[in-house]
């Protein structure tokens, strides 16, 4: 018996649905790393969302296939015409699906979005600490040679006075 284009998409849609989950864990576990500054652990976290990032990648080109193989466009409208097309039954299971995918999948770019927030105010600090201990304020505090603020008042580097 040959597999329809609506298992194979269920499949698919599913598929994406746990691989999305299971980012959405790792996101999460990394949160915790970035706050407590644990980097054996982001690193792993790191490592970990690779693979899970390329298989959604597939995933979603495959889900793309299908459609077009049943004659539809790519893309949210063809999905959208791809599952009105189908009967009742599975409309309403294909669209659960969707459903549930959508709303991990923006589980994931809230999260993510908040993790690079917490490495983006990481890496300003660090970048604030390095210019102080090169002697260069990273305020506007006062008036270059031109007459306009300047932030690269250069001072004697802290590493220079130890």
């Given amino acids: 018996m040959a597999i329809t284009s609506f ?3 269920s499949s698919v849609l599913q ?3 746990n691989i999305a989950s299971q980012l959405l864990v790792i996101l999460n576990s990394e949160r ?3 706050v407590k500054s644990e980097t054996e652990i982001m690193d792993k ?3 970990d969302k690779q693979p899970l990032i390329v298989k959604l990648e597939q995933l979603g080109r495959q889900r793309e296939l299908i459609v077009q193989a049943d004659g539809f466009s790519s893309g949210k409208a063809g999905l959208d015409a791809f599952i ?3 009967n009742e039954a599975n409309t309403l299971q294909l669209n659960t699906l969707l459903k549930q995918l959508r709303v991990v999948a923006q ?3 809230e999260n993510n979005q908040i993790n690079g927030g917490i490495v983006n105010v990481n890496r300003q600090y660090l970048h604030k600490a390095i210019s ?3 002697g260069r304020d990273t305020e506007i505090t006062s008036y270059g040679p031109g007459g306009a603020y300047s ?3 250069v001072r004697q580097p802290l590493l220079g006075r130890v």
């Fill in 7 to 9: 298992q194979q998409l």
């Fill in 15 to 17: 598929e994406e649905y």
């Fill in 32 to 34: 915790d790393a970035l």
């Fill in 45 to 47: 976290m790191s490592a």
């Fill in 84 to 86: 009105t097309n189908q």
């Fill in 107 to 109: 589980a994931c770019r």
């Fill in 132 to 134: 102080l201990l090169r």
């Fill in 151 to 153: 932030s690269q008042v």
